[in-house]
């Protein structure tokens, strides 16, 4: 069974960092792209950021909210993903919920979600 | 590309059948996806192509459309399906969510 776990959300000071993780298993984490999906209180589902699969070279992608500040990143060999977030605003206030990637002709639906981390960013 | 959804609430009885709409600012050939997400829980996958249906998730589900316009149809709604519901384009970067449809009892 495929399962997605996260881990590190918390309270923070606006412009400090934080680093979260997404532990996999069930699967073949180097084959599949991993991405990090946002949801801050009350509101939608925002896309954040993906990293390709070892077939693709490992290669990312940052929506422009979080590019420059976001650096999303892997480690097959403990079959994780890792998000770490310079430079936080209150708005990047949410839920992050870690997805395992599909790939399409160009893009990615997401099959199988975790259950997220809370990351709260205030002073 | 901008996904927007509508309505945003969809008052309906249990065993009705539910109608949600998906419009794409730009034609994204069949590159859509359905979620579906229930009261403090994470979404979960229903449609892929705009019309595959995901593993284990039943035929009440369907999906249609490509290009600019997409549906999804609940056929007769059973109290669990009850929940928030968005699409999702992967036709390019960046990807993008819909703004979602709240399905609620009436």
């Known amino acids: 069974e495929v399962h997605l776990v996260e881990s590190g959300g918390g309270l923070v000071q606006p412009g400090r960092s934080l680093r979260l993780s997404c532990s996999a298993s069930g699967f073949a984490f180097g084959a599949y792209a991993v991405t990090w999906v946002r949801q801050a209180p009350g509101k939608g589902l925002e896309w954040v950021a993906l990293?390709?699969?070892?077939?693709?070279?490992?290669?990312?992608e940052y929506a422009a909210s979080v590019k420059g500040r976001f650096t999303i990143s892997r480690d097959d060999s403990k079959s994780s993903a890792y998000l770490q977030m310079d430079s936080l605003k209150t708005e990047d206030t949410a839920v992050y919920y870690c997805?395992?990637?599909?790939?399409?002709?160009?893009?990615?639906?997401?099959?199988?979600w975790g259950q997220g981390t809370l990351v709260t960013v205030s002073s | 590309i901008v996904m927007t959804q509508s309505p945003a609430t969809l008052s309906v009885s249990p065993g009705e059948r539910a109608t949600l709409s998906c419009r794409a600012s730009?034609?994204?050939?069949?590159?859509l996806a359905w979620y579906q997400q229930e009261p403090g829980q994470a979404p979960r996958l229903l449609i892929y192509d705009a019309s595959t249906r995901a593993t284990d998730i039943p035929a009440r589900f369907s999906g249609s459309g490509s290009g600019t316009e997409f549906t999804l149809t609940i056929s007769s709604l059973q109290s669990e399906d009850f929940a928030i519901y968005y699409c999702q384009h992967y036709h390019n970067w960046p990807l993008s969510f819909g703004g979602g449809t709240k399905v609620e009892s009436k």
């Open positions: 990293i390709r699969g070892n077939a693709y070279s490992r290669t990312t």
């Open positions: 997805v395992r990637g599909i790939p399409d002709v160009i893009g990615y639906f997401f099959d199988n």
């Open positions: 730009q034609s994204i050939r069949s590159s």
